[in-house]
């Protein structure tokens, strides 16, 4: 009789760590490709027209401030976070839960390089949860800023959708905890643009992924404009993302 018992025990217990195993590695997979294959966009630049937790610690004793926002905000966070220009309406917010570890590559002018400190010291002040940072060493980014010919950055990453780069002066693709972007510097050789396409593009990766035309002195208008200043409704929802 114990025998009979012990082999029972057995037999339930191997199931039971199958089937535990199984639902870890189909929920783990599932959630990789939904953030690989469901969160893309890119920015096309024109004459006239734009087309396209980590960090953390414990919070005991600490006081949540629970930040009120105007409906305006609201309204334009909604329509910024949870749509995108080719994914549609998304259920849930993306955003990174680990440190950015930005890697420049390609061409390396000095006005881009300084630009994207400024950016990262930006939204360094904004955001809590986690940290962006450059780094100098490719094997240490999870992100890569490409400077150069669309061309040369179709031909260097493993694209999605390499074809949108045809008709896109700024383009990114964001993956799970990982992304890459570019700056075309030769379909227009505009500066101002160029610091107006790595700001967007950047802080669009980190989970402002739509365009609107509801204010034209925002980051994320998509007309054309080559701001190269965060408006304050921008510095609200990039704050309302990450930190409230």
């Known amino acids: 009789m114990k025998r009979l018992i012990y082999s029972i025990l057995g037999i339930v217990t191997c199931i039971f760590f199958g089937l535990c195993f199984l639902a870890d590695y189909t929920n783990t997979d599932v ?16 004459d006239s027209v734009v087309d396209t937790n980590g960090g953390g610690g414990d919070d005991t004793n600490t006081e949540v ?18 749509n995108t220009e080719f994914g549609g309406r998304r259920d849930a917010a993306y955003k990174w839960k680990v440190d950015l570890k930005i890697y420049i590559d390609g061409e390396k002018p000095e006005y881009l390089v300084q630009e994207l400190k400024d950016i990262v010291s930006e939204l360094n002040s904004i955001i809590n949860p986690i940290e962006l940072k450059i780094v100098s060493s490719k094997s240490e980014a999870n992100y890569f800023v490409y400077f150069g010919s669309h061309e040369a950055f179709k031909t260097k990453y493993d694209l999605l ?3 949108r780069l045809d008709h ?4 990114f693709e964001v993956y799970y905890d990982s992304g890459n972007m570019y700056v075309d510097l030769y379909r227009t050789t ?7 396409l790595l700001r967007e593009e950047l802080t669009q990766s980190l ?3 739509n365009d609107s ?18 408006a304050p409704i921008d510095i609200e929802l990039i704050d309302m993302l990450y930190n409230n």
């Open 161 to 163: 959708f390499p074809s």
């Open 31 to 46: 959630e990789k490709q939904l953030d690989k294959f469901g969160v893309v966009e890119s920015t096309t630049k024109t």
């Open 213 to 230: 035309y509801d204010y034209p002195e925002s980051i994320f208008y998509q007309g054309w404009t080559t701001t190269t200043e965060f």
């Open 207 to 209: 989970g402002l992924l």
């Open 65 to 82: 401030v629970v930040k009120e926002r105007t409906p305006e905000t609201k309204a334009y966070f909604d329509e910024i976070v949870y």
């Open 190 to 196: 505009d500066q101002e643009a160029h610091k107006h």
């Open 168 to 171: 896109n002066y700024g383009y």
